[in-house]
Structure formats: structure tokens, C-alpha cells
């Protein structure tokens, strides 16, 4: 009888972590969606205050660059003070940047919204990476997939949703968002509730994998900075799709900006289930092979992607968007493994370098648009992959468990 009643209680906690897991996937798809707004919208915005190319590099570096440097911060403090309720606070910033966004009157205005939506992924990636692996289970690689996938979905719907219904509407229907943001407040506050209740029961019989003892800082710190050097190599690459495709569409083919969008959520279509496949794999072959093919294995595509035709261009999105997109859970939760016991720094290291490669890469790339043209950036850009080669000086932490 006491088995029986055991078994169900352990049944009834994994549906619920399941419903954690999620629940936190889903609010990670409402984030995101409304972060792809706003680079969504910027063939509007552009027009609206005769922005150049080096301006519109500019408001994705404040929005990129204000969660790159809070996030790490964010993780580290969480770490040692866990903030179970500060996913909706984060959230409420998001809110009032759609809003402000909406109504904005001047390019300075613009750059205010962009920082308040970056706040509010400064807080909510370290944490709910954290509630992520917290309700894992023990399957991290398959939690941190479950998470992100919620956010490539959310990327991709976003410029569908500013093609059918922000471009009719005008800039002022972003506010009509702010409706999604809600929604997330009220679920992440209820994740709230039960990552206070369950975070002390957890914490202490955490399964954590017994490396650094066999790893010498020299190492771990190798380790640190080549993955450093594989997340800048990917995101440098993904911000040239997610501020500049639709422009490079437009500019190469002549389509127009609705067609753009949505090609432009073809390949974020891909993204997504890339980064579902990631971390399950990474599971069971081993993350230092996902992260091998998740880099390199994109090169050949992006080497032949400035010399195709439209249709040609398509096709190619794909497979690039699904080999990229498995780097970044396996990746995570490499790090996690390398530095067990600091998820929160670990998450918010990452996901604010991640930020930060983007809003640097969007203002660069930018301003070399401005000098050249779209094509080249392409043309350049082409070579990021071949920094996976970097991936040989990892260690193999599946070998370091057995």
C-alpha cells in the first residue's frame, strides 16, 4: 500500500514538473514573440523616422545590449538569493516597452522601449533557464530544449504576426500585444508559487556531476572561452538573419516586405526545431558532438547562400537554421556540467553573451551595410561557422562521468 501511494506521489510530481517545464516554455514563446517585434517592424519603423541602417543597428544593440549586461548580474545575485517571483517583475518591464513602443514619438523614445524589453529578458532567461533544469528531472538537455523551443516559436511567430497584422495596422497595433504580455504574467506567476515551494526540496538532492575536482581551472577556463568564442560565432551569424534577411530580400530579389517576413519565418521555423532536436540528442550521444555539428555543420550552406537565387535562398535557410539552433542548449548545458551549483550565473553569462554578440553584431553589421552593401555582410558573415573548429580543445565530460 505504501509503494502504491509512493509510486502515485511520484507520478503526480513528474506531471507537474512536466507542466512546469511547459508552462515556462510557453511564457518563453510569449517573450520572445514580442522581443521579434521589434526587429519585425523595422521597415516601418525606418520609414517612419527616415532611420538609416546604422540607427536600426542601434536599437537592437540597446534592446541586446541592456539584457546582455543586467543578465549576468540578474543570474549571479539569484544564485545566492533566489527570486521566485521576479519572472512576472521581469515580465511587467517587457509590458510597459510594448506600450512605449507603440506610441513612440522620436528615435530616443524608440531606444527607451528597446531597453525596457531588454530588461525584462535580463530577468527572465537566468531564472527560467533555472525553473528549466529545476524541473528536469534529471534530463537537462531535454528540459533546456523544451525551454528555448518555446522561444524560437515565439521568434518565429512574431514576424508573421507584425506581417498580417502590424504592417495593415500600422506601429500603433503593437500596443494590441501587450494582451500577451499579461498572459505571461499571470502564468509566470504562478511558476512563481511553485518554484518557491519546490526550490528548497530540490536543491538538496540535485544530481550534480563531479567535474571540477577532475578538471584544472586551466582547463575549465579553456573550456569557458572556447564556448564563449562558439556562442559569439553563432549569434554574431543569427543577427545578420534577424535584423538584416528581410532587408537582403528585399534588396536582392525585390520581393516585398510581407513575402520577406515570410521567408524570413521559414527559416525561423527551422530554428525552432533544430533547438528541440538539440538537447534530447546531446543527452544521449554526448554535447560536445552536438556542438561540433551544430557549428561547423552550417559553413558549407552559409558559404553558398550570397550566390543563389531566391528560391535557392529558401531551401538554404532550413538546414542552416537547424543545424545553428542545436548549439545553444547543448552548449548551456555543457557549462552547467563544467561549473555545477551555478546555474544562474551560468544561464545568465550565457544568455547575456548571447544578447550581447546580437547587439553588437546588429550595429556592426549595420554600419557595414551602410559602407558596402547587404550582400557583402552576407558574403562575410559566411566564414562565422568555420569557428567551430575551436570545439576540439573541449574536454569530453561524458567521458569524465563514465
Known amino acids: 500500500m505504501t509503494d502504491t501511494i509512493a509510486e502515485s506521489q511520484i507520478r503526480t510530481a513528474e506531471r507537474t514538473a512536466l507542466a512546469v517545464l511547459v508552462s515556462i516554455s510557453f511564457c518563453h514563446m510569449l517573450n520572445d514573440t514580442l522581443q521579434s517585434l521589434l526587429p519585425s517592424i523595422y521597415p516601418i519603423l525606418k520609414a517612419n523616422y527616415a532611420l538609416d541602417f546604422g540607427q536600426v543597428g542601434l536599437i537592437t544593440f540597446v534592446f ?18 533566489p527570486m521566485p517571483y521576479a519572472l ?23 531606444l527607451l522601449a528597446a531597453a525596457l524589453v531588454g530588461m525584462g529578458s535580463s530577468v527572465f532567461h537566468p531564472e527560467s533557464s533555472r525553473v528549466a533544469r529545476l524541473a528536469s528531472g ?14 524560437n516559436a515565439g521568434s518565429a511567430i512574431g514576424p508573421l504576426l507584425a506581417a498580417f497584422i502590424i504592417l495593415p495596422g500600422g506601429q500603433s497595433s503593437v500596443a494590441w500585444f501587450s494582451l500577451l504580455a499579461l498572459t505571461a504574467i499571470i502564468v509566470l506567476f504562478r511558476v512563481g508559487a511553485w518554484y518557491q515551494a519546490h526550490r528548497t526540496i530540490r536543491t538538496g538532492n540535485a544530481r550534480r556531476p563531479i567535474l571540477r575536482a577532475e578538471l584544472s581551472r586551466g582547463r575549465i577556463a579553456v573550456a569557458l572561452l572556447v564556448l564563449l568564442a562558439l556562442i559569439f560565432s553563432k549569434f554574431f551569424y543569427t ?31 527551422a530554428f525552432a ?21 551544430s557549428i561547423l555543420g552550417a559553413l558549407p550552406f552559409t558559404l ?16 542552416i537554421g537547424l543545424i545553428l539552433s542545436s548549439a545553444f542548449s547543448a552548449i548551456l548545458v555543457y557549462a552547467q556540467e563544467l561549473l555545477p551549483g551555478r546555474v544562474g550565473t551560468v544561464a545568465g553569462l550565457f544568455f547575456g553573451l548571447a544578447f550581447g554578440m546580437g ?5 556592426l553589421l549595420g554600419e557595414l551595410a551602410d559602407q558596402t552593401s547587404i550582400r557583402f555582410v552576407y558574403e562575410l558573415c559566411a566564414f562565422l561557422p568555420a569557428i567551430g573548429l575551436l570545439t576540439a580543445f573541449l574536454p569530453r565530460l561524458e567521458a569524465k562521468k563514465a
Request: glycine share 14%; with cysteine; proline share 4%.
Open 273 to 293: 526545431l533544430g533547438t528541440l532536436a538539440g538537447g534530447p540528442i546531446g543527452d544521449a550521444i554526448g554535447r560536445t558532438k552536438v556542438i561540433w555539428f
Open 88 to 110: 512576472a517583475a521581469g515580465m511587467a518591464s517587457t509590458l510597459c516597452g510594448i506600450l512605449l513602443l507603440s506610441y513612440a514619438g522620436s528615435f530616443p523614445v524608440l
Open 64 to 81: 541586446q545590449i541592456t539584457a546582455s549586461l543586467l543578465q549576468p548580474m540578474v543570474g549571479l545575485y539569484t544564485d545566492k538569493r
Open 359 to 363: 547587439g553588437i553584431g546588429a550595429a
Open 239 to 269: 543577427a545578420s538573419i534577424s535584423s538584416y534577411f528581410t532587408f537582403y530580400l528585399i534588396d536582392q530579389f525585390g520581393v516585398s516586405v510581407q513575402r520577406a517576413q515570410i521567408y524570413l519565418f521559414v527559416y525561423l521555423g
Open 138 to 151: 534529471g534530463r537537462h538537455g531535454f528540459a533546456q530544449s523544451l525551454f528555448q523551443v518555446g522561444g
Open 304 to 319: 553558398a547562400l550570397p550566390h543563389v537565387n531566391e528560391f535557392w535562398t529558401v531551401v538554404l535557410m532550413v538546414p
